[in-house]
């Protein structure tokens, strides 16, 4: 449940939404949507109270480095009973990738779906590696990156694979987009934040529609709206720049009034790929 619904039905809801990510998309079955509502602003009133979380330690990998995923038998000899590295899970998803990409940015301090604050080191973001899997996995639906330890990275010097072919969109201007904003700011319960405003005008690859996959995410609604996540747009922390930033990189949700499609998507499958 975001913000705004929360405070449509009375339910408290004592703090604003610092970021897209807080508002997500989707809603929750009851008692999902009041419970987690209050998880979260108890988590934000005692991260409010302590001092800010430091980043940790950089990856020995910068960004735009070549990197290799390693073998899956060694990530796995990495990985504990848990299949965690220092706390961190190899996801099943992340099994489906292989080969080589580029090192988007450092993961050093990241927001948590409970809105904490949590210190992250020598951990990486590659370039178009999220939660939707390479077998085409739909993932939470969210498309949120992956974050790989350095023992499961080696350098490479393989060229990157050609990015596969996308249905590409408009993003209208700006003046466009808060024609459709009411009195706060919102189209169906999402904020069009400032850090978006940078790719008004621009064209780029459409990645997805932001659906939810009803199988790992029982509690889960559908969206109001249709929101689409676009490939290069990503939030690069800015709401937490006073307080050491955020890596998590989260991709913007862009509702469907606020993009000028060239072509159907509805034809195009929802990974927004053109017809072979």
């Known amino acids: 449940m975001n913000g705004r619904e929360g405070s449509a039905r009375g339910l408290p809801w004592p703090w604003k939404p610092r970021c897209q990510f807080e508002e997500s998309p989707h809603s929750?079955?009851?008692?999902?949507?009041?419970?987690?509502?209050?998880?979260?602003?108890?988590?934000?009133?005692?991260?409010?109270?302590?001092?800010?979380?430091?980043?940790?330690?950089?990856?020995?990998?910068?960004?735009?480095?070549?990197?290799?995923?390693?073998?899956?038998?060694?990530?796995?000899?990495?990985?504990?009973?848990?299949?965690?590295?220092?706390?961190?899970p190899f996801l099943a998803t992340q099994w489906t990738h292989q080969g080589t990409?580029?090192?988007?940015?450092?993961?050093?301090?990241?927001?948590?779906?409970?809105?904490?604050?949590?210190?992250?080191?020598?951990?990486?973001?590659?370039?178009?590696?999220?939660?939707?899997?390479?077998?085409?996995?739909?993932?939470?639906?969210?498309?949120?990156?992956?974050?790989?330890?350095?023992?499961?990275?080696?350098?490479?010097e393989d060229p990157l694979a050609p990015p596969p072919e996308r249905l590409m969109v408009r993003v209208k201007s700006e003046r466009e987009i808060r024609a459709t904003l009411d009195r706060r700011g919102t189209l169906d319960g999402m904020s069009f934040r400032p850090e978006m405003a940078?790719?008004?005008?621009?064209?780029?690859?459409?990645?997805?529609?932001?659906?939810?996959?009803?199988?790992?995410?029982?509690?889960?609604?559908?969206?109001?709206g249709e929101w689409y996540a676009l490939a290069?747009?990503?939030?690069?922390?800015?709401?937490?720049?006073?307080?050491?930033g955020c890596d998590r990189g989260c991709a913007f949700a862009w509702h469907r009034s606020w993009l000028d499609m060239e072509g159907d998507p509805g034809h195009d499958g929802p990974e927004g790929r053109k017809p072979d």
């Open 101 to 156: 990409f580029e090192v988007e940015r450092q993961v050093r301090r990241f927001l948590d779906g409970d809105a904490r604050i949590h210190r992250m080191s020598t951990a990486v973001a590659l370039r178009g590696v999220s939660c939707d899997g390479a077998d085409s996995t739909p993932g939470c639906g969210r498309a949120c990156s992956m974050f790989y330890r350095d023992e499961w990275l080696e350098p490479s």
């Open 198 to 224: 940078r790719f008004a005008g621009q064209r780029l690859p459409l990645l997805r529609r932001l659906e939810f996959d009803p199988g790992p995410l029982p509690w889960w609604k559908h969206a109001r």
């Open 28 to 88: 929750y079955t009851r008692p999902f949507g009041a419970l987690r509502s209050a998880k979260r602003a108890l988590h934000r009133l005692s991260t409010g109270r302590g001092p800010a979380v430091s980043p940790g330690k950089p990856s020995r990998f910068e960004p735009g480095q070549r990197v290799r995923i390693r073998s899956s038998d060694e990530i796995a000899a990495t990985l504990d009973a848990a299949g965690t590295l220092r706390g961190m």
């Open 232 to 244: 290069g747009a990503r939030c690069e922390g800015e709401p937490f720049a006073a307080t050491g």
